[in-house]
C-alpha cells in the first residue's frame, strides 16, 4: 500500500462525536512511551502527523486521521499511565473500552509493545481482554533499532511464549522500528489485506 494522503481529521472524547462515515479503523494502542506517536508518522510517512511528546502519557482523547481518503488511523490514548490521577485514568480506561467494545467500524488493533523489555503483566492482561472480547488486534513490537537482532527475536520469542500459556493461536505480529522504518511495508499490507477482506461480500 502506498499512502498518498494523511491527515488529522478530529478528537474525540467519547465514541458519539467520532466520525460518523463507516470508514474501516484501525486504532493503535499502548503503554505510555512505547513510541506510538513515532510509529504512526513513520507510517504515513509524515513527520509531524502525530504530535510526539517528551512527556509520555499526552494522549487524551481519540485521535482519528484519514488515510487515502479510504480509511482511519486511529490514535488511542496509552493505558496504565501511572502519573495521571486514578479519576483521570478511570475516564480514559472507560473510553478506550467503549470504543474498542462498541465501534463497529473497528477493524484492527494494533497493540504495541516496547521489544527491549521483558513481557509486562499490564500489556498480557490487556492482550487477554481483547481476546475474550473478540476484538481483532496484532501485535507491534516497536523500537527494535535498540537491540541487536538476536536479542530482538530472543525477546519477541519470550512474549510468544508467554501468550502461548492462554492462547491455542497466536496473534499476528510485526517487528518495527520508527528510525528505520522497518516493519511498515509489512503493517500497510496487512492493513490492505484486510480492506479487501471487508470489501468483499
Known amino acids: 500500500m502506498e499512502i498518498k494522503t494523511s491527515e488529522f481529521t478530529l478528537s474525540s472524547p467519547n465514541i458519539?462525536?467520532?466520525?460518523?462515515?463507516?470508514?474501516?479503523?484501525?486504532?493503535?494502542?499502548?503503554?505510555?512511551?512505547?513510541?506510538?506517536?513515532?510509529l504512526i508518522n513513520m507510517l504515513c510517512n509524515h513527520k509531524g502527523l502525530a504530535k510526539t511528546s517528551a512527556t509520555p502519557g499526552k494522549t487524551l482523547l481519540i485521535n482519528h486521521f484519514?488515510?487515502?481518503?479510504?480509511?482511519?488511523?486511529?490514535?488511542?490514548?496509552?493505558?496504565?499511565?501511572?502519573?495521571?490521577?486514578?479519576?483521570?485514568?478511570?475516564?480514559?480506561?472507560?473510553?478506550?473500552?467503549?470504543?474498542?467494545?462498541?465501534?463497529?467500524q473497528l477493524a484492527n488493533v494494533f497493540?504495541?509493545?516496547?521489544?527491549?523489555?521483558?513481557?509486562?503483566?499490564?500489556?498480557?492482561?490487556?492482550?487477554?481482554?481483547?481476546?475474550?472480547?473478540?476484538?481483532?488486534?496484532?501485535?507491534?513490537?516497536t523500537k527494535a533499532d535498540k537491540l541487536s537482532k538476536q536479542k530482538a527475536s530472543e525477546n519477541v520469542k519470550n512474549y510468544m511464549d508467554a501468550l502461548s500459556e492462554t492462547w491455542e493461536e497466536l496473534p499476528p505480529y510485526f517487528v518495527t522500528s520508527s528510525e528505520k522504518?522497518?516493519?511498515?511495508?509489512?503493517?500497510?499490507?496487512?492493513?490492505?489485506?484486510?480492506?479487501?477482506?471487508i470489501a468483499t461480500p
Open 16 to 38: 458519539e462525536k467520532c466520525p460518523t462515515d463507516f470508514r474501516p479503523e484501525y486504532a493503535f494502542i499502548g503503554r505510555s512511551n512505547v513510541g506510538k506517536s513515532s
Open 66 to 104: 484519514i488515510i487515502n481518503r479510504e480509511w482511519y488511523l486511529v490514535d488511542l490514548p496509552g493505558y496504565g499511565y501511572a502519573k495521571r490521577s486514578k479519576t483521570i485514568q478511570q475516564k480514559i480506561d472507560n473510553m478506550i473500552t467503549s470504543y474498542l467494545l462498541m465501534r463497529q
Open 111 to 141: 497493540v504495541l509493545i516496547d521489544i527491549r523489555h521483558a513481557p509486562q503483566k499490564i500489556d498480557l492482561d490487556f492482550i487477554n481482554w481483547l481476546g475474550s472480547s473478540s476484538i481483532p488486534f496484532s501485535i507491534v513490537f
Open 181 to 197: 522504518k522497518t516493519g511498515r511495508d509489512e503493517i500497510l499490507t496487512y492493513i490492505e489485506n484486510v480492506n479487501k477482506d
